[in-house]
């Protein structure tokens, strides 16, 4: 699904609400999301999963062409760990 699926989605099923009121609140909560990560935030949405940012620390790889060692710097890297309740449900429990 897509941001734009998503909003067509929510769109129909609240009909009482215009569709760009509907974007904008899409919008305005992953922008929420986006700083509260880059801030180092984590953010948990009960039942659905959490979101946090993880540190990779710097290391020497390798350019896959030529087989040179090449440093990569460290980097920040978003990650997502399921609820419960969505583990669940993509298991087939209920």
């Not at 959490?50 to 087989?67: C, D, E, I, L, Y």
Request: charged share 30%; proline share 4%.
């Amino acid at each position: 699904m897509t941001k734009s699926e998503l909003i067509l989605r929510l769109a129909e099923q609240n009909p009482h609400l215009y569709q760009r009121d509907v974007e904008r609140i899409v919008s305005t909560i992953f922008e929420e999301i986006t700083a509260a990560l880059a801030r180092g935030d984590r953010v948990e949405l009960r039942g659905f999963g959490a979101f946090s940012v993880k540190r990779r620390g710097p290391r020497v790889g390798r350019n896959p062409r030529t087989g040179e060692a090449v440093h990569v710097g460290e980097k920040y890297i978003p990650f997502f760990k399921t609820g419960k309740v969505l583990r669940g449900r993509l298991n087939g429990e209920r």
